[in-house]
Structure formats: structure tokens, C-alpha cells
């Protein structure tokens, strides 16, 4: 027991080295977290690790989603939701059949079900990997939100073939009207669990006495039952959390207040920090385990088919962007609103970044080890080699080489919308409005709210300077003891919160400069209150 909790305390502090090393060494911190992990198995006494999927499922999987679904923007993810979709569902399901086909004719003894098994399990990227090694990189907001939107949905679609194909190659009967049906019930049942228990956790937050620890704490445990509760009823508990998690996220304001938000937002980051982490070193340590009882021909085999399957799955996904891409132009005459990919040169990033990781790894390693004839599981060590080597290959290789591709193909916005800066200035100067039109209500007026009065309706003429410096230049209102001058503050805050929330209903303004924004009046608040 002593020797597990220290082994996972010493994975946590090989976790922040390496990300420490990370921007030194100019590498993502995914990528060189999984070459760690490589690096740390072969070191002699490192006891096997051994990663139980359940484990990743359950105690892994919610709060990541969760936190993904969080941090969505919901109107660029609707405005955008056939292309999500299509690459969600439409690419996952091509990627598995492609794969399935290929392996049945190119591997002796591996049966069609056993290839869409495989290509369940390798089909769905990892975003993680995908934004993490994109961060800072001149690309277009689209690509983003296209990336972020198909890693949301794309491991339920994934994880619902790889049921079917499991209980094909378990039981050797399978029915395609069946599987159909059972795809809807499973999809469209998680969704509607989701958000039931996440209309639930809002009254909860809304109508409860609740405190700060409180608030945090059932953000916390809101991913779990989600998931738990959808799997209990035999529907997806992935959609259960996404969907539940971006309704969370889009109604968040009206039930977090700012205290509430900033010590939810510090603790989540420390949270995902840790789980990212762990997962992908996990990926690297796990690699003793995963060889454990080939052979070394069969070995050197599998291998090489992870080598082949890593080039038919990258094939697929360039081949799925650009006829995505012409057929979009084709039928749109070139209109960059309506086009899933932007154009060629965004279609080649996004092709480039099918990352695999943790999901096709706890996938690779559910496979039960019988079948229930009590045999032993076809070829199992071979697909968990190819698996290994699928996601070593998309994630090492594609994740070094992507950076190099944005910058060689110099990517220029695709979407029309205003500057962030310009947005930014037009949202200052909006809420200094409201803040005017909150004071000029007042009939009598002292001489202070005049003074704040003038001030803002100066700002107001100019917008260029901060708000925050010209509340410094009035006093900082931790240092005021005067009710009066706390309460004229805190009217001010209260129209500054309003104009942020009729900016939020416009759909004009980035999602990122909206959250920034009030996470600056959230800090301003508790330094007010404190």
C-alpha cells in the first residue's frame, strides 16, 4: 500500500519536471510526458505499472470531458456542429471501417469484426494532445474550436463501436439494424441523462445556500454522476458528461458568483494538471505490460502492422479533410462561412492533428483476456502492440512535427470577426457605458459620485485607458472603509456584470475574451469584499 502511494507521489513530481522541461525544450508537454514515461520504464527496479481501463474510465475520463465541455465556447460549438459531427461521427465510423477492412486482409487469422474492433479503438484523437502542442501557434480560431468540438463527441461515437464490435467477436453474432438502433438509444439516451442531472445540479447551485467549498465541490462531483448514472441506465456516459457540462458552462453565471468561480477555477486547473499528467505518462509506463507474453517474432509483427495502420488511419483522416474541403467548395462556390475545413492549407493542419492517446490505450486494454467460450481472446497482445505503436507514432511524431507544419504554412483567419484587442476596447467601453447610465439614474448625487460620475463619462469619450487603472487613481476599494463609497463600488461592478451579460447574448464577442473579462471583475469583487 506504502509503495503505491509512493510510486504515484513520484510519478506526480516526474509529471512537474517534465512540464517544467516542457517550454525549455520547446515541446509539447503531452509528447514529452509519454517519452518520460518510455524512458522511465526501462529503468532498472521501476516496478510494471499496470493501468487498469476502468480505472481510466471511471476516476479519469469524467472530469477530463468535463473540463473540456466546460472551457467550450457553446455557440461557436453549435455554430459549427455539422462539421464537429461529421467528424465526430462520420470520420470515426470511416476510420473503423477502413481499418477493419484493412487489417482483416493484411493480418492472417484477423477476423472483419477484430478490425473494426481495432478501429474503434485507434479512431478517436485526443484534443489534449492536439491544443496543448497548437498553444501559441498563429493558427485560426476554427481550428481550434473544430479540434476541441470533435474530441468532445468523437470518444462516445468510438467507444460505442468498439462495444459492438467487442460483443461481435465475444459472441460471433452480429446484426447491423440492431447496432443502429442501439447507437441512437445509447447516444441520445446519454444526452438526455446529462442534462436532466444537470438541470438538477443547477437548481441545486441556484436555490441552495451554498458556499464557495460547496460550490466547488459539487463541480466536482457533477462529471462522476453523469457518467455513472448514464452508464447505469446502459446509455453513454460521455455524451452524458458533455452534454451536461456545456450546459453547465453556458448558464454558469447565473448561479456561480465570484468567489464561487475563482476558487472552482483554481482548484479544476490543479485537478486537470494532475489527471493530464498522469494519463500520459501512464501511456509511456505502461509499455512492459502491453509486450508482456509476445514473442519476439510476433512482436516485430505487430509492430509493423501498427506501422501500416498508423499510415491508413493518417490517410484517412487527410483524405476525410479534403474531400470535405472541395466537396465544401463545390457545392458552396468558396463560401468560407459554410465550409467545414476553411480552406486546403486549414484542412492540412487538421488532418496532420489526429493525435491518439489515453482513450484508445484504456480501450486497447479492456479487451478481457477469454472469450466466452472460455478461450483465450484472438491475437489481444498483438492489438494492444498496435495500438501502442498508432498512438506513439500520432502523438510523438505528429505531435513534434505539427508545430513546424502551422509555421511553414502560415495560416491566416479564416472567419471574419474583429481583432481581439478591438473586441476587447468595444467590451471596456460598453461596460463604462452602463456604469454612466447607473449613475445618472441618480437623482442627488454627492460629490464622490460625481467625481466617479466625470471620470467614467471621460473614459467613456476616450476608452483607451484601463478600467482597473482609473478605479486605482480613485482609490483602491480594499483600502475605503466608507459603506457609502463600497456600496457606490460595488453599483459600478453591478453595471459592468450587466453589459458583460448583454454582450454574452449577442454571440459577437470571443467566448475567451468574455471569460477573461469577468474573471478581472471576479478578482476585483473579492479584493473589494476583502
Same mark, same amino acid.
Request: proline share 4%.
Given at each position: 500500500?506504502?509503495?503505491?502511494?509512493?510510486?504515484?507521489? =513520484?510519478? @506526480?513530481?516526474?509529471?512537474?519536471?517534465?512540464?517544467? &522541461?516542457?517550454?525549455?525544450?520547446?515541446?509539447a508537454y503531452p509528447i514529452l510526458l509519454v517519452i518520460g514515461g518510455l524512458l522511465i520504464a526501462f529503468v532498472?527496479?521501476?516496478?510494471?505499472?499496470?493501468?487498469?481501463?476502468?480505472?481510466?474510465?471511471?476516476?479519469? /475520463?469524467?472530469?477530463?470531458?468535463?473540463?473540456?465541455?466546460?472551457?467550450?465556447?457553446?455557440?461557436?460549438?453549435?455554430?459549427?456542429?455539422?462539421?464537429?459531427?461529421? @467528424?465526430?461521427? +462520420?470520420?470515426?465510423? @470511416?476510420?473503423?471501417?477502413?481499418?477493419?477492412?484493412?487489417?482483416?486482409?493484411?493480418?492472417?487469422?484477423?477476423?472483419?469484426?477484430?478490425?473494426?474492433?481495432? =478501429?474503434?479503438?485507434?479512431?478517436?484523437?485526443?484534443?489534449?494532445?492536439?491544443?496543448?502542442?497548437?498553444?501559441?501557434?498563429?493558427?485560426?480560431?476554427?481550428?481550434?474550436?473544430?479540434?476541441?468540438?470533435?474530441?468532445?463527441?468523437?470518444?462516445?461515437?468510438?467507444?460505442?463501436?468498439?462495444?459492438?464490435? !467487442?460483443?461481435?467477436?465475444?459472441? $460471433?453474432?452480429?446484426?447491423?439494424?440492431?447496432?443502429?438502433?442501439?447507437?441512437?438509444?445509447?447516444?441520445?439516451?446519454?444526452?438526455?441523462?446529462?442534462?436532466?442531472?444537470?438541470?438538477?445540479?443547477?437548481?441545486?447551485?441556484? &436555490?441552495?445556500?451554498?458556499?464557495?467549498?460547496?460550490?466547488?465541490?459539487?463541480?466536482?462531483?457533477?462529471?462522476?454522476?453523469?457518467?455513472?448514472?448514464?452508464?447505469?441506465?446502459?446509455?453513454?456516459?460521455? *455524451?452524458?458528461?458533455?452534454? +451536461?457540462?456545456?450546459?453547465?458552462?453556458?448558464?454558469?453565471?447565473?448561479?456561480?458568483?465570484?468567489?464561487?468561480?475563482?476558487?472552482?477555477?483554481?482548484?479544476?486547473?490543479?485537478?486537470?494538471?494532475? *489527471?493530464?499528467?498522469?494519463?500520459?505518462?501512464?501511456?509511456?509506463?505502461?509499455?512492459?505490460?502491453?509486450?508482456?507474453?509476445?514473442?519476439?517474432?510476433?512482436?516485430?509483427?505487430?509492430?509493423?502492422?501498427?506501422? /501500416?495502420?498508423?499510415?491508413?488511419?493518417?490517410?484517412?483522416?487527410?483524405?476525410?479533410?479534403?474531400?470535405g474541403t472541395w466537396l465544401a467548395r463545390l457545392l458552396f462556390r468558396g463560401d468560407l462561412e459554410r465550409t467545414?475545413? $476553411?480552406?486546403?492549407?486549414?484542412?492540412?493542419?487538421? $488532418?496532420?492533428?489526429?493525435?491518439?492517446?489515453?482513450?484508445?490505450?484504456?480501450?486497447?486494454?479492456?479487451?478481457?483476456?477469454?472469450l466466452d467460450t472460455g478461450e483465450p481472446f484472438p491475437m489481444r497482445g498483438t492489438i494492444l502492440v498496435m495500438?501502442?505503436?498508432?498512438?506513439?507514432?500520432?502523438?510523438? $511524431?505528429?505531435? /513534434?512535427?505539427?508545430?513546424?507544419?502551422?509555421?511553414?504554412?502560415?495560416?491566416?483567419?479564416?472567419?471574419?470577426?474583429?481583432?481581439?484587442?478591438?473586441?476587447?476596447?468595444?467590451?471596456?467601453?460598453?461596460?463604462?457605458?452602463?456604469?454612466?447610465?447607473?449613475?445618472?439614474?441618480?437623482?442627488?448625487?454627492?460629490?464622490?459620485?460625481?467625481?466617479?460620475?466625470?471620470?467614467?463619462?471621460?473614459?467613456?469619450?476616450?476608452?483607451?485607458?484601463?478600467?482597473?487603472?482609473?478605479?486605482?487613481?480613485? =482609490?483602491?476599494?480594499?483600502?475605503?472603509?466608507?459603506?457609502?463609497?463600497?456600496?457606490?463600488?460595488?453599483?459600478?461592478?453591478?453595471?459592468?456584470?450587466?453589459?458583460?451579460?448583454?454582450?454574452?447574448?449577442?454571440?459577437?464577442?470571443?467566448?475567451?475574451? /468574455?471569460?477573461?473579462?469577468?474573471?478581472? !471583475?471576479? @478578482?476585483?469583487?473579492?479584493?473589494?469584499?476583502?
Open positions: 500500500m506504502h509503495q503505491d502511494i509512493l510510486l504515484v507521489l =513520484g510519478l @506526480l513530481f516526474a509529471v512537474s519536471l517534465l512540464t517544467l &522541461l516542457s517550454p525549455k525544450l520547446r515541446i532498472p527496479g521501476i516496478p510494471h505499472v499496470h493501468i487498469d481501463p476502468e480505472l481510466i474510465f471511471l476516476i479519469f /475520463l469524467p472530469p477530463l470531458l468535463y473540463e473540456a465541455a466546460w472551457f467550450t465556447n457553446w455557440h461557436q460549438f453549435w455554430k459549427w456542429r455539422r462539421s464537429i459531427s461529421m @467528424l465526430a461521427f +462520420g470520420l470515426v465510423f @470511416l476510420t473503423s471501417l477502413v481499418v477493419g477492412l484493412f487489417t482483416s486482409w493484411m493480418i492472417p487469422g484477423f477476423t472483419l469484426a477484430m478490425g473494426f474492433l481495432l =478501429g474503434g479503438i485507434i479512431s478517436p484523437p485526443d484534443a489534449v494532445a492536439a491544443t496543448s502542442v497548437l498553444k501559441g501557434l498563429p493558427i485560426p480560431k476554427r481550428a481550434t474550436t473544430l479540434l476541441e468540438g470533435e474530441s468532445l463527441v468523437n470518444d462516445a461515437s468510438s467507444l460505442i463501436v468498439f462495444r459492438f464490435a !467487442l460483443v461481435a467477436v465475444l459472441t $460471433g453474432q452480429f446484426s447491423m439494424g440492431e447496432a443502429v438502433g442501439q447507437f441512437f438509444l445509447l447516444a441520445l439516451g446519454g444526452i438526455a441523462v446529462g442534462l436532466a442531472l444537470a438541470h438538477v445540479m443547477y437548481f441545486a447551485h441556484k &436555490l441552495l445556500p451554498t458556499t464557495p467549498s460547496i460550490d466547488t465541490a459539487m463541480t466536482l462531483m457533477s462529471p462522476y454522476l453523469m457518467y455513472i448514472i448514464a452508464e447505469e441506465f446502459h446509455t453513454s456516459g460521455v *455524451l452524458s458528461v458533455v452534454s +451536461g457540462g456545456l450546459f453547465l458552462s453556458y448558464r454558469s453565471h447565473a448561479f456561480l458568483d465570484h468567489k464561487a468561480r475563482i476558487q472552482a477555477y483554481s482548484v479544476w486547473s490543479t485537478l486537470i494538471f494532475m *489527471l493530464n499528467g498522469l494519463v500520459f505518462i501512464l501511456i509511456g509506463l505502461d509499455l512492459p505490460d502491453i509486450v508482456a507474453g509476445l514473442g519476439h517474432g510476433e512482436l516485430r509483427s505487430a509492430i509493423l502492422y501498427g506501422l /501500416l495502420v498508423s499510415a491508413v488511419v493518417i490517410a484517412v483522416r487527410f483524405g476525410w479533410m479534403y474531400v467545414p475545413a $476553411g480552406d486546403f492549407r486549414l484542412a492540412t493542419v487538421l $488532418g496532420w492533428a489526429g493525435m491518439r492517446g489515453v482513450v484508445s490505450l484504456a480501450s486497447a486494454l479492456s479487451i478481457p483476456h477469454l495500438t501502442f505503436v498508432v498512438i506513439l507514432v500520432t502523438l510523438v $511524431g505528429q505531435g /513534434l512535427t505539427l508545430p513546424w507544419l502551422v509555421r511553414r504554412l502560415k495560416l491566416v483567419e479564416v472567419d471574419h470577426h474583429l481583432p481581439e484587442e478591438e473586441q476587447e476596447l468595444i467590451l471596456r467601453k460598453r461596460m463604462v457605458h452602463a456604469v454612466v447610465d447607473r449613475l445618472s439614474a441618480i437623482p442627488e448625487r454627492d460629490t464622490k459620485i460625481q467625481e466617479v460620475l466625470d471620470h467614467f463619462a471621460e473614459l467613456e469619450t476616450t476608452y483607451i485607458r484601463e478600467l482597473e487603472d482609473i478605479q486605482r487613481a480613485e =482609490g483602491s476599494p480594499s483600502e475605503k472603509n466608507s459603506i457609502a463609497e463600497r456600496e457606490l463600488l460595488g453599483m459600478v461592478m453591478a453595471a459592468q456584470r450587466g453589459a458583460l451579460l448583454k454582450a454574452r447574448s449577442e454571440r459577437t464577442f470571443d467566448h475567451e475574451l /468574455l471569460r477573461k473579462m469577468e474573471s478581472k !471583475l471576479d @478578482l476585483e469583487q473579492a479584493r473589494l469584499n476583502n
